[in-house]
Nanobody, 129 residues
């Protein structure tokens, strides 16, 4: 079983920054993928970014490309989402997710919520205008 615990959400003004963290515990493979999703009230869960745990390869949704950065610290078993130049439309509950499949170099990173096996409880990000 894999457990994911997010932290780092909060209230920030437009143009500001936040860094989300997700601590991963439990049994995982070495080539799994981690992702961040978000869900605003009344909307479907939306893909934000993904990273291959072993490769470090990343993929972003167009809406956050150039503003958000996903990274991981293997020693701390933690994945991060650095969010800069935040906009009110970034307001949502942000979820960390793990896909226990094999994602080596050249593999397409998972982007659909249905592809992920484990989820965190979510952390609220609110961006005021």
């Amino acid at each position: 079983q894999v457990q994911l615990v997010e932290s780092g959400g909060g209230l920030v003004q437009a143009g500001g920054s936040l860094r989300l963290s997700c601590v991963v515990s439990g049994r995982t493979g070495s080539n799994y993928a981690m992702g961040w999703f978000r869900q605003a009230p009344g909307k479907e869960r939306e893909f934000v970014a993904a990273i291959g745990w072993n490769t470090g390869v990343t993929y972003y949704a167009d809406s956050v490309k150039g503003r958000f950065t996903i990274s991981r610290d293997n020693a701390k078993n933690t994945v991060y989402l650095q969010m800069n130049s935040l906009k009110p439309e970034d307001t949502a509950v942000y979820y960390c997710a793990a896909d226990r499949g094999f994602y080596g170099l050249g593999y397409r990173l998972p982007r659909g919520a249905y592809e992920y096996d484990y989820w965190g409880q979510g952390t609220q990000v609110t961006v005021s205008s």
